[in-house]
């Protein structure tokens, strides 16, 4: 069985290839367009300025 | 990696084709320059003085990841070996993209700038900078490497002008647009780039699946020329465990990339960071389907045509050349340039970033000033990019194997200590460091012993990396942690 002209198993990998892409998508789009739910914005101000050295 | 003869004869010179490259090329000159003026300081250099909006994001981001690999690589790829690169490196890839989309808040909320930052904190130790900035240089001057090999190449066949020359035109374009407005310069002109390179891809796909009788069409007849062209395993040239490696080291270098890291500590806000991957694995998934079924096209309008090509990087220009008509091949031919040169820029950035941010700073002077930095940045961008400009005039190996060679680098070293450190705040950094190095020499160390033992680099190199993470972890349990951070999430 062919479909667009190419075997099952490999139009598989194509659809999984599109799918594997768009599950980011799917999330941003059901979670915080269609639900609202809102991105956590907790980014701290000041970063800090060097890391002890233990090495 | 052998080094690869180019075939670099040319013929007449096109004054279309060559016309339409100086424009281009003046233009991204032209966006320089006016990034230059809107560069006022190291952080906009570095990163857009964190203002990056989901749109430019968005799209700076697509146009980074179409690069020379994706196409030219890929179609030559596909002309030989069918549509198992699917399989194989472009479902990792995209899966990467949607698994990055849901740890991004965990990269962002740090506030940093690049990965070697993150990795200093995550480990509580400065030298985890200079430790991680060599092999993040290693991966950005390869890919370099490729961008410049993959860009010479088309503009040689296309113009007529030597490859040896144009290597160095293309080059030096790039390297002094960069250096003017670093990440500036870079956003703008991968908008610009990566919205018209998908849509030119899109209408060189719809011209050859027109042109060779519609998209079933097309697939039967390049399963006419070899069934495996067909088959996601290319019907026994790759085995299940040698794809299932592929898919991790591809799936890892999207986590593990400084371009990608630097550009999500640009965004403006965390839902802007998960917004551009969002938007960009859909793009992008769709964008590689259209791409790799014009490969499929090329195939079978080279090989009906009689103009078979033995190095298979040269499968898309000959089809440009000699089998599109000029009106359709000039439109194909801005699409390619635009995702070559807009990756360029993105590396040469990055190597700019990573030599002053995270060597200099570490083993030179720890207190220079944003001006001394900027002046690093530029200074050493310049460096790297007259260095791998002169490495692609002899390139070290086809693109597709480059890029295979810096996939395992960059998953072997850094996907598993970094992440799993993301979430283990408790890890020894110890562990971490010891994690990072054993999977940077492992990985690409058995891909240079020929993979022994039938066992594919990437596990290796990732096995290595998990076995000094959980050693490490309990060996050195008592001693300094990583940094608990100021607010970690708890997811």
Sequence with gaps: ?55 | MSSVPLQTGVGEVNPVYLGIFVVYLLAVLAIGGWAYLRTDDVSDYWVYGKELGPTLATWSYVANFVSAVSVIGFVGSVYGGGYSIVTGIVFGLMLGISGLYFVVHKVRELNHITFPDIIAELTGREVARPITGCVLLANAWVYLIMQLVGAGLLVTTITGVPYQYMIWVIGGVFILYTVMGGLVSVAWTDLAQGTLMVATVAVALAYMVFDLGGLASLNQQFMALDPANVAPLGDGAYTLIGVAASIVAFFGTIFTSQATVVRINATDSIRTAKFHLAAAGFILSVFYVMLVMLGAGTTVALNGAGLAVENVDRAFPVLIMEYVPTTVGTIIIVAIMSGILSTTDTRLHACGVTAAHDLYDYFVDGSADDEKLLLVSRVSTIGFGVVATAAAVNPPGTIISLYNWRAILLTSALLVPVYAALYYRDTSGKAVLASIVLGAVCGPGWNALGEPLGAPAAFVGVGMAILGLVVGRYAWQDTTSASPGATPSDD
């Design chain 1, 1 to 55: 069985m062919s479909i667009l002209g190419m075997p099952t198993g490999m139009f598989l990998v194509f659809v999984a290839t599109l799918v594997a892409g768009s599950l980011g998508t799917a999330h941003y789009v059901i979670v915080h367009v269609i639900m609202g739910q809102p991105v956590d914005e907790t980014i701290r101000e000041d970063t800090p300025a060097e890391v002890g050295e233990n090495v």
